[in-house]
């Protein structure tokens, strides 16, 4: 019966809130026709199935659909990866290899733009108004942002991802991702309730990711056709 690790990613300093994770650890043996369904049953934005820790070969579901990347998924494996002592230099998802680092309590991955899901970025002119937003009112991918202090690089920002089966996602990494990429240059994003998500440019064209993680729960999940 395969192992389930509940995390949450880009938690804060105070380990709060941050957005839940399943991740498989021991994958392989879940069979590929199942894990949409296993996705859809356990109901976080994403689930990670590791069919390789050596190799750091992983596939990402949301409720809906395969992701050949997103951000808090890969930050979260990566972490969890180190922690019971199958360390890696980088993960393979679908889209490509990418980088990993872990450094002052955090973890970091580095991806391109082009790889995260389309997002409408919606430039508000505050955060209360980023706060005032509704997400039943949202019918499409929107990122939505504000500066809270542009000379610190801090920025206030919500995520809608309807056309995923999210709702609001709590923290997405693969839409700061393309924040930062767009504004070209570090920055701090404080998303959703209270996650926190750090990013900067790199020289090679790619941005690097990274938050706190922490680990909220394990346990055996019974799955069909898998022992």
């Known amino acids: 019966m395969p192992t389930l690790h509940v995390l949450r990613v880009f938690v804060n300093e105070e380990s709060e809130w941050g957005n839940p994770l ?3 650890l021991d ?3 879940v069979p590929g026709s199942a894990r949409q369904g296993i996705a859809a049953e356990l109901g976080f934005s994403e689930t990670v199935f590791v ?6 070969r992983l596939r990402i579901h949301t409720p ?3 992701l ?3 951000g808090h998924p890969t930050v979260g494996a990566a972490w969890l990866l180190a922690r019971e002592g199958s360390p890696v230099e980088a993960l ?3 889209s490509g290899d990418v980088p990993v680092r872990h450094a002052e309590g955090a973890t970091f991955v580095a991806a391109r733009a082009e790889w995260a899901p389309q997002f409408e970025y919606r430039q508000l002119d505050s955060p209360a108004e980023v706060r005032a937003l509704a997400a039943s009112e949202q019918v499409s991918n929107v990122y939505a942002w504000s500066w809270i202090d542009e000379a610190a690089g801090t920025i206030r920002a919500r995520s809608f991802v309807p056309e995923l089966g999210i709702a609001e996602d709590e923290a997405t990494g693969s839409a700061a991702i393309g924040l930062c990429a767009r504004i070209g240059r570090p920055i701090t ?4 309730h209270g996650s926190v998500l750090i990013c900067r440019p790199l020289n090679d064209g790619r941005i690097e990711l990274g938050g706190a993680v922490t680990l909220d729960a394990t346990r055996e999940h019974s799955i ?4």
């Open 22 to 24: 399943g991740v498989f």
């Open 27 to 29: 994958g392989g043996p």
């Open 51 to 56: 069919d390789d820790r050596a190799e750091g």
């Open 64 to 66: 809906v659909v395969e």
């Open 68 to 70: 050949p990347f997103a």
């Open 92 to 94: 393979r998802p679908p």
């Open 189 to 192: 994003v404080h998303q959703g």
């Open 224 to 227: 069909d056709g898998a022992d």
